[in-house]
């Protein structure tokens, strides 16, 4: 039951990154991944810089928003964001590699809560990142 | 005095745009600009789209955060983003302009609280975005 | 049918408020009340006020969050929040009115969204509010 | 010195507690208390209801606001909330017992951040929070 699981969540994340070209330009791998739960991973290119050149706020939004989306529909159910927030905290610079990590603070019929973890290499907090998805109902891969 | 006010603002956007690679990778576009203000643009381009072939919401995110980066620092005085969060109501596909319009909603003397709506074409919310930044006090440009 | 509509609204509301014992411990008022609007008022008195003499945080939150089920139930149809934040912008004392008026800012099938303004007696704001409510479907006075 | 900050934070927290008007209305209880942190109780009394006779949401953001108060002061350097946002999970009723506990996420020089969460007697979250605090600079209690 539980590898089924397993193969389930696999397959939705396989199928949502094939075409998720903004993932892929973000260059998004997956570091871990079980029902409810993903950890990512990116490396900073330059073009993911601002003005000041550190990495840009919606860089840190990016992988934490695609990292919602795998997480809440890893169960093989649709869910969509509904309100999602970030707090910035450290910055970081080109050629450093952070991460994405979900938990899962709660589940319920209609609506689910995530908060994120974005972190650095030494597991700094960069960024914290809060989303509710609204569960539809609607299965991935109907028998 | 009100046309150094606009001189100001346009050469720290300016400034702040030069070196913005991800801004640029964007595509942004600054339709408006006035000190505290800021409506810019972007084309949705297919890099630009999630696995459901819409738009990703870290899209809507950065044009949001950089709008709140530009109108915020326009006065000249560095600011920094401290929590932003955002509302995901209509999705946007290849092809179609957005549109970051900032709303100054409070402006202290250490905190200014913004509200950017994200528009398509025809003027409608696609997403709605709240920002908070911390000002430092610093100037862009010191005599 | 605008009449019908209205007068739902109220009805709505009229029951909600009944038993609401905190709403009526902070002495809510509805100035004006349409369907998907309301507009409330509280006279700030001393049991609000927190250790630096002015209004507790939660006391404009406790307002917004009562406007917020109001406006969102007032079609008749049950609601309930997911999601919601607050900016605190000014501060108030003991004796001022203070009003929290609504604006819908989406409305879907399953999801809406409100930005709810706090004002002192010069419309100023004090306070800004923003909630995401699922619509639950379920009629409150079925036929 | 351990003791030293334990004291200046106990210090700081009765005094802004001996007039904090609203949170003895809520019967707020410190359970435990150390620099940047804090675990409050409150029990749920009639007038915290709401019209369906569960405990309204401003009860709970106000006891977390009080929290966020308590532990981003306890240094002994005045700290104001900028934003704030909270969720709301599980419904809790009369007489129940409901719980505040901070954790610290992020302190920099001018920026703190918390998290919150609201717990009932058996460790189920009921709500989440985040809070965003200025940190002034000005000493509570100057030598």
Excluded at 31 to 36: I, M, Q, R, T, Y
Aim: glycine share 6%; charged share 25%.
């Amino acid at each position: 039951m539980e590898n089924n699981n397993q193969l389930l969540a696999k397959k939705v994340v396989d199928t949502m990154l094939e075409k998720d070209w903004f993932s892929q330009w973000l260059g998004i791998e997956i570091v871990e991944l079980k029902p409810g739960y993903v950890k990512l991973k990116i490396k900073i290119k330059k073009e993911m810089l601002n003005g000041f050149q550190i990495v840009h706020g919606g860089i840190y939004y990016s992988i934490a928003d695609s990292a919602l989306a795998f997480a809440s529909n890893s169960y093989g159910i649709k869910s969509v964001s509904v309100e999602t927030s970030i707090s910035h905290l450290v910055s970081c610079s080109e050629g450093e590699e952070i991460f994405a990590e979900t938990e899962e603070i709660f589940s319920g019929n209609k609506i689910a809560v995530y908060t994120i973890n974005i972190l650095n290499k030494e597991n700094k907090k960069v960024a914290v990142f809060k989303g509710t998805v609204y569960k539809t109902g609607k299965e991935w891969f109907p028998a």
